[in-house]
């Protein structure tokens, strides 16, 4: 399995990109910087998206997606939870902010949408997509996605602190996990669903606890001022905890 970090950053600068991943070239999740970072030809390899939550950051490329897309007689298949399809529905494909792809062409739509149940396994252009329920200021699942080989990645999605009962339903060879900001910002980062290194430990021992180890972690999400002292104090956690903690970074390939 070969993940790209499209985007590793919870907002946008000259080299920073909003979240977005892509695993095998055709299974996309988030949609961040989709088309920013991806050729055409690269954009339509892509079969499937999918989206953790309906905010901005990450979906901010949907429509453009879908206009590259139907330029190429290519489609896509948007997976997510309801509340994030109905966002979705409501405010980016509805002809009234850009053009309602679900509608286009008339017999073969670009972008069509489909719910995902939480804790449910599906079968999705390959893979094995679990769907789990995190902490966040809107309904919001993190997903792990497993191949045929059985190599296994978990995206958190943008969560806060309380992931005890997402650890029992997943067992990655990776973690990716969003670490939004600095300590110094903790008690905020909490309060909105999102994580901060001191706030990530605990997590990370909890899942040492029920598997017996921590995976290699790859933080992503972070707020790009806030960069270089989120990695130094991840460096911390990472000693203490004696795991690779990795700064996720645009253009990064991963390989399990």
Not at 2 to 21: D, F, P, T, Y
Not at 73 to 96: C, F, Q, T
Not at 117 to 131: D, H, S
Not at 183 to 200: F, I, N, Q, T, V
Request: aromatic share 6%; charged share 20%; proline share 5%.
């Amino acid at each position: 399995m070969k993940i790209r970090v499209l985007g590793a950053h919870n907002c946008e600068r000259q080299n920073q990109k909003m979240v977005s991943l892509l695993i095998d070239d055709v299974l996309a999740i988030d949609a961040g910087s989709l088309t920013s970072s991806l050729s055409l030809e690269e954009q339509q390899k892509i079969k499937a998206l999918l989206l953790t939550h309906q905010h901005y950051d990450h979906v901010r490329d949907i429509p453009g997606l879908g206009m590259s897309l139907f330029l190429g007689g290519a489609a896509v298949k948007i997976y997510s939870i309801p509340a994030a399809l109905d966002a979705l529905a409501r405010h980016l494909l509805n002809n009234e902010i850009y053009t309602d792809f679900r509608q286009k062409p008339e017999n073969n739509p670009t972008l069509s949408l489909t719910v995902l149940e939480p804790n449910k396994a599906e079968t999705i252009e390959g893979y094995t997509v679990l769907a789990v329920p995190v902490h966040h200021g809107v309904p919001t699942v993190g997903y792990q996605v497993t191949s045929a080989d059985g190599r296994s990645v978990f995206y958190s999605g943008d969560t806060g602190p309380g992931l005890a009962e997402c650890w029992q339903q997943i067992s990655p060879q990776l973690l990716i996990i969003e670490v939004t900001s600095s300590d110094r910002y903790a008690e905020w980062a909490s309060e909105s669903g999102h994580l901060a290194p001191s706030l990530l430990k605990p997590e990370l021992v909890s899942f040492q606890k029920l598997n017996g180890s921590i995976p290699p972690v790859v933080a992503i999400h972070m707020s790009p001022n806030l960069e270089e002292e989120i990695a130094a104090e991840l460096a911390g956690v990472a000693k203490e905890l004696d795991c690779s903690i990795t700064i996720a970074q645009e253009g990064m390939e991963i390989n399990i």
